[in-house]
């Protein structure tokens, strides 16, 4: 009933020890709190908060219009639905390096298990877009120290995003992203998240560099190829996001119940496409509801 149970303590404790282990853990993006419960249903590991769906959600393009508060807020929402850790994009850390310290805090507080904080200058993009440019190896670090300097609960996971790999074409993309990687790691980073790898083996050659946990982003139409979870654990990869992918399926699927309904004028088509009310009301644990008042959970849905 309502929210989850296990404390945001306990949540980062776990993914802790889980990380350790070395295997590949998988965070499917939810693009809302009861997408998360799905996720968890399903049997995944963690939940992804993507700040490209975040700025989507409120019909903006992912250039850093968000604030802290709306990422931080929007992150508790999601974070308290679920027992899984939730990791949250925290773009550039919303300003300079005593922001970022803020930033921490405040996600901290909102319950998240970690966050990561990239290296672009402002006004960033998305990671495969071409022309990005990122900020000077000091500034990176400062980002990061600050970060770790804040934090409270030394098991919320610092991740750092290095996007500097797309600045140069070809292996001296790649061998930048290394150095940073390192520096990044020095600089007290707990994981590192090396943006637009192109192939399997840009993921080796960062796993090669440094030797704290490293993600993949397979995010869709971008610069990677998309691999399986299996090839991504077969060369060292930790954690897989896919970021947008659910909220791309979701409103994938409601433009052509859209279409449906211009068509053909009813959704009886489309019935098996959708999340039936008795799965719905699973999800949402509404018999339990009545543990407390047997007045609201006094009728059956059939299916
Ligand atoms: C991971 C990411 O930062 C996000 O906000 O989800 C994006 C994803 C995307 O735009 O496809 C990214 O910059 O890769
Ligand atoms: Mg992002």
Request: glycine share 8%; charged share 25%; aromatic share 6%.
């Amino acid at each position: 009933m309502l929210y989850a149970q296990t404390t945001a303590e306990a949540k980062r404790r776990l993914f802790r020890e889980r990380l350790a282990t070395g295997e590949l853990l998988r965070f499917p993006g939810a693009f809302n709190p009861l997408s998360a419960r799905l996720i968890e249903q399903k049997g995944f590991e963690g939940v992804y908060i993507s700040g490209a769906v975040l700025s989507a959600d409120l019909g903006l393009p992912d250039i850093g219009l968000t604030t802290l508060t709306e990422v931080a807020g929007r992150g508790k929402q999601i974070a308290r639905m679920t027992d899984l850790p939730a990791i949250i994009d925290a773009d550039t850390g919303f300003g300079e390096p005593m922001n970022v310290a803020r930033t921490i805090q405040e996600l901290e507080d909102a319950g998240l298990a970690g966050a990561h904080i990239e290296d672009q200058v402002n006004p960033k993009r998305c990671g495969h877009l071409d022309g990005k440019s990122v900020v000077d190896e000091a500034t990176a670090l400062k980002r990061i120290r600050a970060g770790v300097d804040a934090r409270r609960d030394s098991n919320f996971l610092i991740m750092a995003r290095t996007d500097i790999r797309a600045t140069e074409p070809g292996d001296s993309g790649l061998a930048l992203a290394a150095d940073r990687a390192k520096a990044l790691v020095d600089a007290g980073a707990d994981a590192i998240f090396p943006e637009a790898m192109r192939t399997l083996e840009e993921f080796e050659a960062i796993r090669k560099a440094v030797d704290v946990p490293i993600l993949a982003n397979m995010t869709e139409f971008g610069k990677s190829e998309l691999f399986s979870s299996e090839q991504l654990a077969s060369v060292g990869v930790n954690i897989v996001i896919w970021p947008v992918s659910m909220l791309r399926i979701s409103m994938g699927a409601t433009g052509r119940a859209l279409d449906e309904l211009n068509n053909v004028g009813h959704l009886t088509g489309k019935l098996g496409e959708m999340q039936h009310r008795a799965d719905l009301y699973e999800l949402l644990d509404y018999e339990s509801y009545n543990s407390f008042d047997t007045n609201v959970f006094n009728f059956e849905v059939e299916r």
